[in-house]
């Protein structure tokens, strides 16, 4: 842990921070931006498998969604990661993401993560590429959406990504 993740504190979101959390993700310019609305209640009803990063002041400067899949309850598909700009290059994202497996593990006996990252998204590339070798688990991916099935326009495939079994 870095001297800038020791004043770092991890818990669940909640109501009051889903606006922060929309904030961080619109200027992100990477993540797709869901409505307001959705981090509201993402917040209300995610907040057991999904984290924030709070810094000295208790504000939100980061944050991972997630949720259990309902075919698959011991797995936590990452929905989005986003840390807010002037806190990222310190491991804030991938603390968020341990602690957050750990959490779901302990919890709900979480034994996987899966998430989707659009090629050329190098940035979440590494960070899921490390969270498996951390974790000693296996990295399987394959093109979860093709392009063309996207209804709104132009929008890259998502690769799946699929992390386990995790090594507690």
């Not at 698959?72 to 968020?96: C, N």
């Not at 979440?124 to 000693?136: N, P, Q, Y």
């Not at 929008?155 to 079994?165: A, C, N, Q, S, T």
Request: aromatic share 8%.
């Amino acid at each position: 842990m870095t001297a800038a993740q020791a004043d770092l504190q991890i818990d669940r979101p909640t109501v009051a921070d889903g606006a922060v959390l929309w904030r961080i993700a619109k200027d992100s310019k990477v993540l797709d931006l869901n409505s307001s609305y959705s981090y509201l209640l993402w917040c209300r009803d995610f907040a057991a498998t999904s984290a924030v990063a709070r810094d000295e002041h208790g504000e939100p400067i980061g944050f991972v969604t997630g949720f259990l899949r309902p075919d698959s309850p011991r797995t936590l598909l990452v929905w989005q990661v986003a840390v807010d700009e002037a806190h990222r290059g310190r491991g804030l994202a991938a603390a968020l993401l341990d602690g957050l497996a750990a959490r779901t593990a302990e919890e709900h006996g979480v034994d996987t993560v899966e998430t989707t990252i659009t090629p050329g998204n190098t940035a979440s590339e590494r960070l899921f590429t490390a969270f498996a070798e951390r974790h000693g688990a296996l990295l399987d991916r394959e093109v979860l959406f093709e392009a063309g099935q996207f209804p709104d326009g132009p929008h890259d495939p998502e690769v799946l990504y699929r992390i386990g079994p995790l090594a507690h």
